[in-house]
């Protein structure tokens, strides 16, 4: 009987690559997938603590776990990500007793590590010296899809920074994810070959300042540089990147994205908050001015370009005059998507050690509300001017019966059709709309 693993993963797009990584590693030592966490051999928890309810996720899906793990004592329980960070792993131990290796984001070794040295993977792969060649065995499998994806995954995540140095005082990513590196572009190249060689159209290059790419490299490539590399994979249709600082928005990478057509027009810029003082207590290092300079940068050379922000409501000291100010900047931005946050404070940064928490929880709540009913209305009211308009889809999956695929400007459309589209650019006529999803029919 080979050994099963199960991976729960939650977060961001980069513990979604982490998680890949890791499954297709555990495959390469025999491990296969399996749908249930309850009895498979080896269970993985890819944690977040961005927010404190992602958090609080990761810790009722371990008091579970504790159960399922005193019923079957054989099973390797593993806790990797944001939660384990870089130095976390002793005080877990003493909370979580029964979780027996801890990793941190983007870094499978201790669990590859566990597994050699417990004998934990198939016999038949068993090597000379151990250690050296648990490495070689995952060197070349290493990008590969998991089983579980093959043929399915059209679009995958590609992290190219690792970690954060920027220190926002309200994030805690710096403290869990480390100091900000960049990935050689060769190695990044060969990953998304590997991955168009099974399938995958369109990457997600990913990064905390994804801009920033190449700055601690030392053979001068940039974010544009890489983009343009990329995106000369042949078999790739699409490109696209995120997160973007507005301090590192260069012209040189605005005019790659309109001078290239694989890469999409979509552009992930958090502005966080529309006031400056706000922002300066944030310590984001611009101002609301600075932040709309660079949208106008962006809408000149880019005028169709689907433009997603990030925004904090409620932060320390955020008075109800200044939220109005983000508020308004939502109507005046008129952005494609707002990824909308409650404030909550994080262990070790800045904000939780010398600022108070003091907008309460049912203000916090009243605040999200508001701008996302707004966000609906304007969102509502640009799809309806797509109504008759024909878009290009890249096809991911069926849902619920339908295709579903997402245009350039990452929009979702759902549409119907007997064939087998998976991977496929098609025209698509869209003829309702809603706040976040187009429906049409192919031409
Ligand atoms: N690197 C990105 C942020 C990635 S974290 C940037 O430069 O902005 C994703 C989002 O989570 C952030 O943009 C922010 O909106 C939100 N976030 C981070 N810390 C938070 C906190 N303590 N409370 C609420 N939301 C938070």
């Known amino acids: 009987m080979p050994r099963t693993y199960h991976i729960w993963t939650i977060g961001c797009q980069m513990n979604e690559a ?17 749908t249930a966490a309850e009895d498979a051999d080896l269970v993985v928890l890819n944690t977040c603590v961005v927010r404190q309810q992602a958090e609080d996720k990761a810790v009722n899906k371990l008091h579970r776990l504790r159960k399922v793990k005193e019923q079957q004592p054989a099973m390797t329980v593993a806790l990797m990500g944001c939660m384990v960070g870089m130095k976390e792993a002793p005080g877990l131990k003493k909370r979580f007793p029964f979780v027996d290796v801890f990793m941190p984001p983007s870094d499978t070794a201790p669990l590859l590590d566990y597994l050699s040295d417990q004998g934990l993977y198939d016999a038949e792969r068993s090597f000379d010296t151990r250690e050296k ?44 994810r480390g100091a900000e590196r960049s990935k050689p572009p060769t190695a990044i190249l060969e990953e998304i070959r590997r991955l168009t060689a099974q399938g995958v159209r369109e990457v997600m290059l990913l990064g905390q300042i994804i801009d920033r790419y ?10 544009a540089g890489l983009l343009k590399r990329v995106a000369a994979i042949p078999e ?20 790659t994205v309109a001078d290239t057509p694989k890469i999409c027009p979509h552009i992930e810029i958090p ?58 900047l939502a109507e ?5 998507k707002i990824h909308l946050a409650k404030y909550s404070v994080r262990p070790k940064t800045l904000a939780a050690r010398k600022l108070e928490d003091d907008v ?39 849902h619920k019966g339908r295709w579903r695929g997402r245009t350039p400007e990452n929009k979702l459309v759902f549409f119907d059709d007997p064939r087998d589209l998976v991977g496929q650019l098609v025209p698509v006529t869209i003829n309702h709309t809603a706040a976040y999803a187009l429906n049409g029919e192919l031409v």
């Open 18 to 34: 982490d998680s890949r990584h890791l499954s297709s590693q555990l495959e390469s030592l025999g491990y296969t997938n399996h």
């Open 133 to 176: 060649a648990l490495r070689d065995a995952i060197q070349d499998e290493e990008f590969a899809l998991p089983s579980g994806l093959q043929g399915q995954t059209v679009t995958a995540n590609v992290p190219v920074v690792l970690g954060c140095s920027h220190a926002c005082t309200f994030c805690v990513i710096p403290y869990r």
């Open 214 to 223: 190449g700055t601690d490299l030392d053979d001068g490539i940039d974010l």
């Open 236 to 255: 790739l249709l699409r490109v696209r990147f995120l997160t973007s600082h507005p301090n590192w928005m260069t012209d040189r990478l605005i005019d």
């Open 271 to 328: 502005v966080q908050a529309g006031n400056d003082e706000v922002l300066e207590r944030m310590r984001r290092g611009y101002t609301v001015d600075d932040y709309r300079r660079v949208v106008d940068r962006i809408r000149a050379r880019l005028p169709g370009a689907a433009i997603h922000t990030d925004i904090i409501v409620g932060f320390c000291g955020e008075t109800d005059e200044q939220f109005m100010d983000t508020y308004r």
């Open 332 to 336: 005046e931005m008129q952005w494609e």
């Open 360 to 398: 309460p929880a049912d203000e916090k709540e009243r605040r999200r509300k508001l701008l996302d009913d707004r966000q609906t209305v304007i969102l509502e009211a640009k799809n309806r001017a797509l109504r008759g308009q024909t878009v290009e889809v890249l096809v991911e999956n069926r």
